[in-house]
């Protein structure tokens, strides 16, 4: 069955935000680029770091490769909406991720901690939060190692880090349970289509067709 769903309200000058947060491992990356393969309509924030990059990742694709010298300064300047401290580096969402997306009538998809999500979510009350979750500790630990990735002393932190991690939960509006990647991956993409539909992001959309109905009362 495919996903019955309305197109993109074209109308509608403001652009959903959804943040996903997860503990290293945990399966977001594939989520996220499943939806981009699976969802029409979305952009990607490409995040500022300090990180230098990883195997096949391109700057300005992944993310914004940069020192801490230019990071601080951008700061300073009130560049970003928000950043933090994630395992030593600096990552930070730039403020005109948004305006682009608008610029772009697509909804705008932010991979960042649990830090920032809840310092953008103060900002943005109307972002969307969701949280993966592995189905245990020993299923991430599992992928960790699978994933091949991480030193031994590397994967211990992220294990400790994620036991930290996991209890934001709570602050997120949906949690997925990613334990069968094609049902977890359908579930993400069906957040996507019903929040696009809240009425509020449809305002506009409803207007007109309302018009139409009241035109015609009017000719009776
Ligand atoms: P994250 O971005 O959260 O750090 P990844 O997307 O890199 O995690 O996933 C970690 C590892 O787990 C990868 O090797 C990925 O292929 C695998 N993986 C992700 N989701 C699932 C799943 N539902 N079932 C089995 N393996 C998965
Ligand atoms: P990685 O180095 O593995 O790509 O990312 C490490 C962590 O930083 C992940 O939890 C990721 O979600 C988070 N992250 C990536 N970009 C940002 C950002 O712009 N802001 C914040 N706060 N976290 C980010």
Do not use: K, Y
């Given at each position: 069955m495919s996903l019955n769903h309305p197109r993109r309200n074209e109308n509608s000058k403001v652009s959903a935000v959804f943040i996903i947060s997860a503990p290293s491992g945990s399966g977001k990356s594939t989520l996220v680029s499943r939806l981009f393969a699976n969802v029409p309509g979305l952009t990607f924030s490409v995040s500022y770091t300090t990180r230098l990059p990883r195997g096949s990742e391109c700057d300005g694709k992944d993310y914004h490769f940069t020192t801490r010298e230019d990071f601080e300064a951008r700061v300073k300047r009130g560049e970003f909406l928000e950043y933090a401290d994630v395992f030593g580096n600096y990552y930070g969402?730039?403020?005109?991720?948004?305006?682009?997306a608008r610029g772009e009538g697509k909804d705008l998809v932010l991979d960042i901690d649990v830090q920032g999500a809840g310092q953008l979510k103060r900002k943005l009350p109307e972002a969307?939060?969701?949280?993966?979750?592995?189905?245990?500790r020993q299923v991430l630990e599992q992928r960790l190692r699978a994933r091949g990735e991480d030193r031994e002393a590397v994967i211990d932190r992220r294990l400790a880090d994620a036991a930290r991690e996991i209890r934001n939960y709570e602050n997120y509006d949906y949690v997925i349970i990613n334990d069968s990647l094609e049902r977890s991956a359908e579930t993400l993409s069906a957040i996507v289509y019903a929040e696009r539909v809240r009425r509020i992001r449809i305002e506009e959309s409803i207007r007109p067709i309302l018009d139409t109905f009241e035109v015609k009362e009017s000719l009776r």
């Open positions: 969402t730039h403020s005109g991720v948004l305006e682009r969307v939060t969701i949280f993966v979750l592995a189905p245990s």
